[in-house]
């Protein structure tokens, strides 16, 4: 399987906890983005990275959300201290550094705050 | 804020119609991408469109670019039930970010 893959692909966490979702992208992508969708929603961007180095991270993004790309390889997104707007679903996409962006999603982590 | 405005939101029709969605943004774009997302998947890439008035077809879907890059339509011939879905369009500035749009739901009706 060479598309991008999430794990896990559910998540049901209590209020307070903290969660982490992994994503590994299309193996020569250099480029890994997290968006966050709600229901009905488009899909909102989170930050992304370009090898290991974060380029760009959302100003709604809070403190509690920190991503990380240790290796330029796969990504992790944690939580902390889950609040129940956290609920959505988490979805990562990789691309390759072109002179557009094209990116292609995995299934998504869908987080469910109770 | 949303610069991409996609219409209908909502769309449901018979079996068999044609049917147009459109997305729309005061901003220009480098690149647009169309996405059509099942319930519970991440959004699956249709196509990407660079050149301001470019068409592109795929099979019964027909993308066209505006001659200014600001705006794009997705039109579906001939709508079969396996064409229901959440239809994204994502615009980028250059190789930066997608921003996406607010959405089609599209439902055909056997």
């Known amino acids: 399987d060479t598309g991008v893959s999430q794990d896990p692909r559910h998540k049901i966490t209590k209020r307070g906890q903290n969660v982490t979702f992994r994503c590994d992208p299309i193996?020569?992508?250099?480029?890994l983005y997290w968006y966050r969708q709600t229901l009905g929603q488009g899909p909102e961007f989170l930050t992304y990275?370009?090898?290991?180095?974060?380029?760009?991270k959302s100003r709604l993004l809070s403190d509690r959300f920190s991503a990380e790309r240790p290796k330029g390889s796969f990504s992790t997104l944690e939580i902390q201290r889950t609040e129940q707007g956290d609920s959505a679903m988490y979805l990562c996409a990789s691309s390759l550094v072109t002179g557009w962006t094209e990116a292609f999603f995995g299934q998504g982590t869908r987080l469910t705050v109770v | 804020t949303q610069l991409l405005e996609q219409s209908p939101q909502f769309l449901s029709i018979q079996e068999g119609e044609n049917l147009t969605v459109y997305c729309n943004s005061s901003s220009v774009f480098s690149s647009l991408q169309w996405y059509r997302q099942e319930p519970g998947e991440g959004p699956v890439l249709l196509v990407t469109v660079v050149t301001g008035g470019e068409v592109k077809k795929l099979k019964r879907l027909t993308f066209q670019f505006g001659d200014a890059r600001k705006d794009s339509s997705l039109h579906i011939t001939a709508a079969q039930p396996g064409d229901t879905g959440l239809y994204l369009c994502?615009?980028?500035?250059?190789?930066?970010?997608?921003?996406f749009g607010t959405g089609t739901r599209l439902t055909i009706i056997p």
């Open positions: 990275f370009q090898n290991e180095a974060q380029l760009e």
């Open positions: 193996s020569e992508h250099n480029r």
């Open positions: 994502a615009g980028s500035f250059g190789n930066e970010k997608l921003t």
